[in-house]
């Protein structure tokens, strides 16, 4: 292993864990001796990056600190490559947008033996059924979802009946046909799934819900038993 993918791989490491982890488990998870994992720290902190912490006590990373240059694996910008072209033409049209400008930003970047990854990738999205509801409800629902407000919403059921709603949008789940809004239901008093695709009228608002959607995210998942992704 390189010395620069060594010092990558730290970095990975530091951002899994959001407590100071001992030295020696970083060196175990790295498979480098204490004395080489000291060395690539300080190495680190003089190129710019936060780490905090202290043999015998452990270390953590702040968060902000990209290691220059950008470098990635064949195998991780395959994977780059896969889910910014799956979101370009799946998503709405905001997203697919800014999908395509995350690669054109790494491309910029990466060594020119790795840039040509890019645009040699034989990974292709397949052709797809148009999904209703897209471009103008998806970004809304987004930056509510973002800023933690809540929503209006009129919403038809399967039989096409429709009631008014007002609900605390917490994710926004993409599947081959649908797009559902996870979100907590004033009218209900429970969590609820909504179809993108049989909202009739959304209108946001300027009232925050409570708790936050961390919280209201965790507590769906232990109901539902939904792992992290």
């Known amino acids: 292993m390189s010395r620069a993918q060594r010092l990558l791989d730290l970095i990975q490491v530091l951002r899994r864990h959001r407590r100071a982890v001992p030295g020696a488990v970083l060196a175990g998870e790295l498979g480098v001796s204490i004395r080489t994992l000291y060395r690539d720290i300080d190495t680190l902190k003089a190129q710019g990056a936060h780490i905090d912490g202290e043999a015998g006590v452990g270390y953590v990373l702040r968060p902000g600190f990209m290691l220059p240059p950008l470098m990635f694996s064949e195998e991780e910008i395959e994977a780059l490559v896969l889910g910014s072209r799956w979101v370009s033409e799946r998503a709405d049209g905001p997203l697919g947008k800014a999908a395509r ?102 209108e946001t608002t300027s009232e925050r819900y409570s708790p936050r959607r961390a919280s209201l995210l965790k507590e769906w998942r232990m109901l539902r038993g939904v792992p992290e992704q």
């Open 101 to 202: 400008n995350v690669l054109a930003k790494i491309g910029a970047v990466l060594p020119d033996d790795l840039k040509g990854s890019i645009e040699r990738s034989g990974l292709l999205i397949g052709p797809g059924e148009l999904i209703p509801a897209g471009d103008s409800e998806l970004p809304v629902i987004r930056e509510s979802i973002r800023s933690e407000r809540k929503i209006r919403i009129v919403y038809a059921d399967e039989q096409g009946n429709s009631t008014q709603r007002t609900i605390w949008p917490a994710a926004l789940a993409f599947y081959d046909r649908v797009r559902v809004v996870v979100a907590w239901c004033e009218l209900r008093e429970g969590f609820r799934h909504f179809r993108t695709d049989r909202i009739i009228a959304l």
